[in-house]
């Protein structure tokens, strides 16, 4: 990465400082208006629609300054996302998170349940696929009855609604990969869920704490099973990634929201 893309990044950390403190600014300015209509409820007669329009002034900007903020966060994090990829040599994005033998069995029973409920029609699926063309997006590119199931991050090429297929192909397969290129795939759409939307925090899932999720895990291209520890301002979450542990402890780690998708039923790691 560049010296100007590395100062990108730092003027961008300063503004988001900036605007947290300008933040805090406006919401102490609210609570001292909220406190005074508490104490003293029969300022509004005396102050008329003035004090009102004020508290509804103050509103106003803490809800742009929010937005704001929210638009740095998401450049910030696609800026990191890229300085930590190429901090990662080539070969070496795939990390493998083995699984004990005692989780296998625990796995295994969990695979009974049944598989990928649907959640909207069919017509509503096809569109849905249709329009992920030069997405990227999880799949699952091990088949059905493999021993543990394989989550990576590819990119869709073309969807077939007759066969309700994907054409995708693997930008990042690793060493193990035979070729050691681009592997292209072609997966029914029971293997593939898309990632919410980069420039729209809204339209991920609220999942709680204790929630299990798949993950991007940092500075690779796959998807493990992890569990949420917290979610700061819908934009990161915190997570513990199973079969992660270091040093007798699980460490937390820090993922993007564009990076996490709901657990499929029965997903065998």
Do not use: C
Request: glycine share 4%; proline share 7%; charged share 30%.
């Amino acid at each position: 990465m560049s010296s100007v893309e590395i100062s990108s990044i730092l003027d961008n950390s300063k503004e988001l400082d900036r605007l947290k403190k300008e933040q805090e600014d406006v919401l102490n300015e609210i609570n001292k208006i909220h406190k005074k209509l508490q104490t003293t409820p029969e300022i509004v007669e005396k102050s008329g629609d003035a004090l009102l329009l004020k508290l509804r002034a103050f509103y106003v900007q803490a809800r742009d300054l929010a937005e704001n903020e929210l638009s740095v966060s998401t450049t910030l994090m696609a800026q990191l996302d890229t300085l930590m990829q190429s901090a990662v040599p080539a070969g070496q994005q795939r990390k493998k998170i083995e699984v004990s033998e005692p989780k296998k069995k625990r796995m295994k029973a969990d695979s009974e349940v049944p598989r990928h409920p649907p959640a909207t029609s069919m017509r509503s699926q096809l569109e849905l696929a249709a329009g992920l063309k030069g997405e990227q997006v999880a799949a699952r590119v091990t088949p059905d009855d493999a021993e543990k199931d394989e989550w990576f991050v590819v990119k869709v090429i073309h969807f077939d609604r007759e066969a309700k297929e994907f054409e995708v192909f693997d930008e990042e397969p690793g060493d193990d990969e035979d070729g050691g290129g681009q592997r292209t795939y072609k997966l029914p759409m029971s293997r593939i869920i898309p990632f919410p939307k980069r420039s729209d925090p809204a339209s991920a899932p609220d999942y709680p704490t204790g929630k299990h999720v798949l993950a991007v895990y940092p500075t690779t291209t796959a998807l493990y099973k992890a569990t949420v520890v917290n979610l700061h301002r819908k934009v990161l979450y915190l997570l513990e990634f199973d079969d992660d542990e270091e040093d007798g402890s699980m460490p937390q780690r820090t993922v993007p929201f564009h990076k996490v998708v709901p657990l499929p039923e029965g997903h065998r790691q």
